[in-house]
């Protein structure tokens, strides 16, 4: 049953994360096209503020809930899930709406002393408006989370991702010729349409289920408020902190560029390049392990509390071994077909080397995705906390010391170091704590052998033919080719146990 649970949460979040990825990649193409590299930069210099508040106000709450509601599930006490729902749901919005005052207000000093770009203002101002907004629509999906509902998530995810796609497409018509700051401002209000459908919808979909159940409440609220704050400060501090740190790492990344010889321009586009353009695109094939981690914690976090520890292992085994196969296998395509990709997505010459060294880093970066919701399930958020803060204070520092001397490659260098180091010492954590069994050859021998043949067949394929793969279908073909290469190699050397494949 537990794995049933955890099968089927994962494949309706895979599929709408792979719907709103889609959606969404496209729309990058085109705000790209639209506003440029600049464009951007401006706009990624912006979602550092709205992740921030994310994380301030609804990042630990919405975990807390999810995790809360699972235990209390598991041993059949629902009146106890509406309480957890309403108090967290009330303490975050009423966080979210302080923020958004502060942000509205204070968006002067921080464009100009923080962004250093006065062109932000008018977005920073429309961003606050959806923050209340964002924090409820957050909570409430938590707790369908928690019930192991995965279904209206995945439908507000895609809504959510389509509205903001239709009213930016919309605006373009009015606000493109108006200059960086009016087309920046268009793709915030998109967001912040997106975020205020999204939310009516999900408490739409929460008040007809509230008839579910009439059980009564056995926690008091004040009991209810401690349980909560056990678990979202920690997850909270957590989360505000990583953001920080990253906030910090986004502000200084442009600066620092302009250190090493680049004007302003020059040195807003290359962010805009990277954290635009190129890690989107390696971030996309990811969907399929987000969808895994978010069914994964409250899942772990049941079998934890009802004693089922044989199927928790085998859960996440099997789990890490597809994020291996999926990591190393897109490592693979980026590596191998980066400068084909970014010519032919976003037709930039400098996207290609980033994407090549980026691709280096997806299968840690993905072991990181699946492994933090294995980590939130087993109540392991103080190492989450103390590795993020290592990775982001180190991550500075290589921004500060070497951005200057060797560009944007620098802070790439940094990023990968971190990452393997968590990485790494994540799944040492949850082997430790779970006692379960990875095999080598499964997770990195099999895998890397199957992509190097794939790799290897389509570059010598090309060479004796003389194809090139720098438009739309012969792309497409070339990574539908390596892609059902691989995974046919990968079933064939046995990566999965005959368990994992009925």
């Known amino acids: 049953m537990f794995r049933h649970t955890v099968v089927r949460s994962a494949l309706i979040l895979t599929l709408a994360n792979i719907i709103t990825r889609l959606l969404g990649f496209f729309y990058r193409i085109f705000m790209s096209n639209a506003i440029g590299a600049e464009g951007m930069g401006l706009y990624q210099l912006i979602s550092p503020i709205y992740m921030l508040v994310w994380a301030f106000s609804s990042a630990g709450l919405s975990t807390s809930i999810s995790k809360l509601t699972a235990e209390q599930k598991a041993k059949g006490n629902y009146g106890n899930m509406h309480r957890i729902v309403f108090a967290a749901g009330g303490i975050s919005v009423a966080l979210a709406f302080a923020a958004s005052v502060m942000v509205y207000f204070g968006a002067p000093f921080i464009c100009r002393y923080l962004l250093k770009d006065d062109r932000t203002l008018l977005s920073m101002r429309i961003l606050s408006l959806c923050f209340p907004f964002m924090a409820a629509g957050s909570c409430i999906r938590g707790w369908f989370f928690g019930m192991q509902e995965a279904k209206v998530p995945a439908q507000c995810q895609v809504l959510e991702q389509c509205t903001r796609m239709l009213v930016v497409y919309i605006l373009s018509f009015s606000m493109l ?5 009016a087309a920046c401002a268009m793709a915030v209000i998109g967001m912040a349409v997106g975020e205020v459908v999204s939310c009516v919808y999900v ?17 008091s609220y004040g009991r209810t408020v401690t349980m909560i704050a056990a678990l979202a400060i920690p997850l909270t501090l957590n989360r505000v902190t990583g953001s920080l740190l990253s906030s910090t790492e986004n502000f200084l990344i442009p600066s620092k560029l302009e250190l090493s010889g680049l004007t302003r321009s020059d040195a807003v586009s290359a962010y805009g390049q990277l954290c635009g353009m190129a890690m989107p695109l390696v971030m996309f094939p990811s969907s399929l392990l987000t969808a895994l981690a978010t069914a994964l914690m409250p899942a772990v976090s049941e079998a ?31 590596m191998t077909l980066p400068n084909e990709l ?9 996207i290609g080397g980033m994407l090549r060294l980026l691709g280096i880093i997806c299968p840690f970066i993905y072991f990181q995705v699946t492994l933090s919701g294995i980590l939130n399930g087993l109540g392991k958020q103080v190492f989450i906390f103390a590795a993020n803060l290592a990775s982001s204070l180190f991550n500075i520092l290589f921004i500060c010391i070497f951005v200057p001397v060797y560009g944007i490659q620098a802070y790439i260098f940094g990023w990968f170091v971190c990452t393997v180091a968590t990485a790494c010492l994540s799944c040492f954590v949850v082997s430790s704590s779970v006692n379960i069994s990875l095999y080598f050859n499964n997770i990195l021998l099999k895998p890397l052998a ?32 390596m892609g059902s290469m691989y995974i046919m190699l990968v079933l064939l050397l046995g990566v999965f146990p005959r368990e994992a494949r009925k």
């Not at 970014?342 to 400098?350: A, H, L, P, R, T």
């Not at 033919?465 to 012969?474: E, M, Q, R, Y």
């Open 342 to 350: 970014g010519m032919v997505i976003y037709s930039q010459n400098e």
């Open 203 to 219: 408490l739409l979909h929460a008040a007809v289920r509230k008839h579910h159940t009439n059980s009564r409440a056995s926690l």
């Open 177 to 181: 010729d108006k200059g960086l700051e």
């Open 304 to 334: 934890n509390a009802s004693g089922n520890a044989r199927a928790m292992r085998s859960a996440i085994e099997k789990s890490l071994t597809f994020t291996a196969v999926i990591g190393i296998g897109t490592a693979g395509l980026f």
């Open 450 to 481: 199957a992509i190097s043949l794939s790799c290897i067949t389509l570059r010598l394929f090309a060479q004796k033919t003389g194809i090139s793969f720098f438009d739309v279908p012969a792309l497409v073909s070339a990574a539908a080719f």
